[in-house]
């Protein structure tokens, strides 16, 4: 494993996924504790992505963690898919975690809702009054955290979650994800958590597998500080740490 720090991030590389996500399960199982050992209950943030796999298997399958003190939640949702779609953020983290690990809750965004922006309102409400502890996230090949692409995202934003559109980078790879079979599919509006719901918790755990992540890791990492690349908020978190594969740190 190499590691070194970039601002306030630190960075951690391992030789391969594997390795990443057995690390990053390790440690946030370990803060899940401490925090645990401070307070009755905590609250944490998902994300929704295959590069998130090898993590949330670790987390899912560990049978000291206390998940009947977690409350769950998730950083965004496709607007319009139908309950049951298995592209569902929802649906990818009840399969992967939710439904595997016994929460003390878990608070899902409803893609069905027929109003986006009222379901938007309802969880960003629902957030501030469970501010998060942990967050688990990656960034997207346009270097977005959550659905914050960089047209739509802002380091100031004053809503907690918000309706957005998808751009094409970002519609583009869950295709490359093999979520969807073709572009036309992908739906094109989605609710996120925005970025300084984001950055609010303490602890941030980044996991970012994969060549197709390499120019958006280097750009996180090297480029300005600034919302052409919304990851690159990172650097200025206190206790944030990016995990990254070979692959994925091969243009550092």
Same mark, same amino acid.
């Given at each position: 494993m190499k590691e070194f720090q970039k601002d306030k991030l630190k960075v951690e590389i391992y030789d391969t996924r594997a390795e990443m996500g057995t690390a990053a399960a390790r440690d946030i199982k370990a803060k899940i504790a401490q925090l645990l050992a401070e307070k009755g209950e905590i609250n944490m943030i998902f994300a929704a992505? *295959?590069?998130q796999n090898e993590v949330l298997a670790s987390l899912a399958e560990?049978?000291?963690?206390e998940w009947n003190r977690v409350n769950a939640y998730h950083m965004d949702e496709y607007i319009g898919l139908s309950?049951?779609? *298995?592209?569902? /953020?929802?649906?990818f983290l009840?399969?992967?975690? /939710?439904?595997?690990?016994? /929460?003390?809750?878990?608070? %899902?965004?409803?893609?069905?809702?027929a109003d986006p922006e009222k379901e938007a309102a309802r969880y960003e409400t629902?957030?501030?009054?469970? *501010? *998060?502890?942990?967050v688990v996230m990656g960034i997207?090949?346009?270097?977005?955290?959550? /659905?914050n692409d960089p047209p739509v995202a802002d380091f100031k934003d004053t809503h907690g979650a918000k309706v957005v559109k998808l751009d094409e980078v970002c519609r583009n790879q869950q295709v490359h994800d093999g979520c969807f079979a073709r572009l036309e599919e992908v739906p094109? %509006?989605?609710?996120?958590?925005?970025?300084?719901?984001?950055?609010s918790a303490p602890w941030l755990f980044c996991i970012v597998p994969a060549k197709t992540k390499?120019?958006?890791?280097?750009?996180?990492?090297t480029g300005e500080i600034g919302e052409h690349c919304p990851a690159s908020i990172l650097r200025l978190q206190e206790h944030a740490v990016l995990y990254l594969d070979k692959a994925s740190a091969s243009l550092l």
């Open positions: 992505a *295959p590069s560990d049978k000291e963690i309950a049951d779609a *298995p592209q569902g /953020f929802g649906n009840k399969d992967h975690i /939710f439904g595997r690990a016994p /929460f003390r809750s878990v608070h %899902y965004i409803d893609c069905t809702a629902l957030l501030r009054e469970n *501010p *998060p502890d942990i997207g090949e346009n270097g977005h955290i959550a /659905f094109k %509006y989605a609710i996120t958590l925005t970025v300084p719901t984001l950055v390499a120019n958006a890791v280097k750009e996180c990492l």
